[in-house]
């Protein structure tokens, strides 16, 4: 009598983690790029970026052979892409802290992880998603953008997700930190203050040489510039900062920052994770509840 063996399936945990984190956040992602209420914010602050671009395309910098509409479309690309990946991430997380989201999916073997990687992979997909569709509107309004050769897209593309990649990496840093919803603003003060010297609706050689100095410690400002590289004719390099695009530089910053913020977010997240108890939800929700007077 011949015995048969049948050869057990393997089970590896930490893939089926990572499986049904991505499940999660492919819904997550369907779910606000179809929601009527998502797709009208989204539309309205794209609207607000077109017109502010407008307005500036009636005006030129110097000898550019753009006008400034041209010239703030890549800076607006990447502010957008900033804002996404890090007060995205930083919303999600401590909201959800708050509201006991994060709580419940430490009850499920991976629930954690599988949270966090579908949060990052919704809002990494609805992100591109904005990044491109900005990009389209752009290539139709301005002239002047240089988008015709596989390089450039290669170019764009890189950068896109390189400074993709750090931004999430930041905001998952910073998500960990802000135990509280009150606390975004003191996210966001210094994310305005950086859009703010960082270039993206001008160029940055009309700042003083301190406060260029202190954009080019953080990644937004090369974020623009590498865009900025893959839209506009390579004469307009004569504006910027030693009058060149300086693309390894782009590319050194923003792995430096997604290297550095990668490994520190999973120590960080993992330590956010751990604290997280009924105690500590209930007392951050009677903080709340004070805030706001309820």
């Given at each position: 009598m011949t015995t048969v063996m049948r050869r057990t399936p393997r089970f590896?945990?930490?893939?089926?983690?990572?499986?049904?984190?991505?499940?999660?956040g492919l819904i997550s992602a369907r779910i606000q790029l179809t929601t009527p209420s998502e797709i009208v914010g989204t539309v309205v602050m794209m609207g607000l970026m077109v017109v502010a671009l407008v307005f500036l395309s009636q005006g030129t910098f110097a000898s550019a052979s753009v006008d400034l509409g041209a010239m703030g479309l890549p800076g607006v690309i990447a502010m957008g892409v900033l804002f996404s990946g890090v007060m995205g991430i930083?919303?999600?997380?401590?909201?959800d802290r708050t509201n006991g989201t994060l709580l419940r999916s430490k009850s499920v073997p991976g629930g954690t992880t599988g949270y966090l990687v579908g949060e990052i992979t919704a809002n990494l997909i609805s992100t591109v998603v904005s990044a491109l569709l900005m990009l389209i509107v752009g290539l139709l309004l301005f002239d002047g953008l240089e988008f015709a050769s596989p390089l450039r897209w290669l170019l764009f593309a890189s950068?896109?997700?390189?400074?993709l990649i750090s931004t999430l990496a930041i905001g998952a840093v910073l998500g960990a930190l802000v135990s509280n919803p009150k606390f975004m603003g003191f996210v966001m003060m210094p994310v305005m203050v950086l859009v703010g010297i960082s270039g993206i609706f001008y160029p940055i050689v009309a700042l003083p040489g301190w406060l260029q100095g202190i954009a080019q410690a953080f990644p937004l400002y090369w974020y623009g510039l590498g865009l900025r590289a893959s839209l506009l004719p390579d004469a307009m390099s004569a504006v910027e900062i030693t009058g060149s695009?300086?693309?390894e530089w782009v590319f050194i910053v923003l792995a430096v920052w997604a290297a550095v913020c990668l490994s520190l977010a999973p120590k960080l997240l993992g330590r956010m994770a751990r604290r997280e108890s009924g105690s500590t939800l209930a007392a951050r929700r009677r903080d709340v509840q004070q805030q706001w007077g309820v």
């Open positions: 590896n945990p930490t893939v089926n983690t990572y499986r049904a984190g991505l499940r999660r930083v919303g999600v997380l401590s909201m950068v896109l997700v390189l400074g695009w300086r693309l």
